[in-house]
């Protein structure tokens, strides 16, 4: 069978984010969320799986699977757990994960904010106070400050279209308001944050490129649907987009489709094939968002920085993970700068209000031992990764 080749240097990743597999991050929002009785969270993230101290098998284990880059984010509580107060143990221990990284061949990207916010700048308004951006920002320069020169890549701010759609429009995340002006004024404060730490970043030592990763679904209009999919899209896409052309590269995170019609959003057709999440299993969706990436921010080199799927059949992350990869050449084939993918996830995580249902991982964890057990798929896509090439 004919191997398809990606391009000399591509990146092969796959990542995590603090919140959900380091464990013990009782000083963010996400904590105090997790253990509200009126939220819809279904199980608090405890121990999760033990990352903070388990980080050096996690780093060694992805590196023997095959793969050159690993993304996974600080946690900003742990940095500054007061205003003002930095914590030089917690950057250290994140520069020692970037160094290992180092020490296995393996490019360390990191992210600035994934989801969580330090308690004390929640009860100030957290990203509703447009103060945040600066705080952001200063936390941004203090990091760099620390990390900048084993940096391979850094991410700004990880979706921060879904905090705002879903912690201030659905209710479903911290601080669980429902309300459309006060989504849109967040999407403003996220954009002002991400300029700005653009900015403190690239200050430092180093030469990481920036940039700002995405949450994006294949926006697809039913027959009277356009002005729909077009309204949804300017809020919870384009204004990212748009904010995002003077970046270094731009990050494509995608897992489904979405359809409208003349009244809204319309949900998956009956009898389709679903995921855990709920989501249509639809791999081709990738492509459909890396053109878009493209086409909106024309020039920038775009970075798959998740992609995956949560389901019991490793079978069906396997398949799911080819036909992504697929789409993915097809966009190379037409010229677009795609310079990665990095699967989401390596662990079996705590997946958000969802607790530990949902299984993402190429790697399964054992809830009570904290063993790791790589999963067929983990050395199918190491392979690929290895040999830099998909087999058609």
């Known amino acids: 069978m004919a191997a398809r080749r990606f391009p000399e240097g591509f990146v092969w990743g796959t990542a995590t984010s603090a919140h959900q597999v380091e464990g013990?991050?009782?000083?963010?929002?996400?904590?105090?969320?997790?253990?509200?009785?009126?939220?819809?969270?279904?199980?608090?993230?405890?121990?999760?799986?033990?990352?903070?101290?388990?980080?050096?098998?996690d780093v060694r284990l992805l590196a023997e699977l095959g793969f050159n880059a690993y993304?996974?984010?600080?946690?900003?509580?742990?940095?500054?757990?007061?205003?003002?107060?930095?914590?030089?143990?917690?950057?250290?221990?994140?520069?020692?994960?970037?160094?290992?990284?180092?020490?296995?061949?393996?490019?360390?990207?990191?992210?600035?904010?994934?989801?969580?916010?330090?308690?004390?700048?929640?009860?100030?308004?957290?990203?509703?106070?447009?103060?945040?951006?600066?705080?952001?920002?200063?936390?941004?320069?203090r990091a760099a400050a620390h990390l900048g020169d084993v940096m391979g890549r850094a991410c700004t701010l990880n979706e921060p279209n879904i905090v705002a759609t879903f912690g201030y429009l659905y209710g479903l995340f911290p601080p669980g308001k429902r309300d459309p002006d006060l989504r849109r004024r967040v999407n403003e404060v996220f954009i002002d944050a991400h300029r700005k730490a653009v900015a403190a970043i690239r200050s430092g030592p180093g030469r990481a490129p920036v940039g700002l990763v995405l949450a994006m679904s294949d926006c697809q209009a039913a027959a009277g649907g356009e002005a729909e999919r077009d309204r949804y899209r300017r809020d919870m896409e384009d204004v990212f987009l748009e904010a995002a052309r003077g970046d270094d590269f731009f990050g494509v995170q995608c897992y489904s489709r979405v359809r409208f019609g003349p009244g809204g959003m319309l949900g998956p057709e009956e009898g389709v094939r679903l995921t855990q999440m709920g989501y249509e299993f639809w791999p081709e969706a990738l492509e459909a968002t890396i053109r878009r990436a493209w086409e909106v921010t024309p020039g920038v080199p775009v970075l798959v920085t998740e992609n995956g799927i949560g389901t019991e059949d490793d079978a069906e992350r396997i398949e799911f993970v080819g036909r992504a990869l697929g789409g993915v050449l097809a966009c190379l084939a037409d010229g677009i700068d795609v310079r990665g993918y990095v699967y989401w996830s390596l662990l079996d995580n705590f997946e958000w209000a969802l607790g530990y249902r949902p299984t993402f991982g190429l790697v399964a964890v054992d809830r009570i031992t904290q063993a790791r057990r790589p999963k067929p798929s983990a050395r199918w896509l190491g392979a690929v990764a290895r040999a830099n090439a998909l087999v058609a």
């Open 24 to 57: 013990g991050n009782w000083n963010n929002d996400w904590w105090m969320w997790e253990h509200d009785p009126a939220s819809p969270c279904q199980e608090p993230s405890g121990d999760a799986c033990d990352h903070w101290h388990r980080w050096p098998e």
């Open 71 to 141: 993304r996974f984010s600080l946690e900003w509580s742990r940095i500054e757990p007061e205003d003002g107060e930095f914590s030089r143990a917690a950057l250290e221990h994140y520069r020692r994960v970037c160094a290992t990284c180092r020490e296995h061949g393996v490019e360390p990207i990191v992210t600035f904010h994934h989801f969580t916010t330090p308690r004390w700048l929640a009860a100030r308004g957290g990203w509703a106070n447009p103060e945040t951006a600066d705080r952001f920002a200063r936390f941004s320069a």
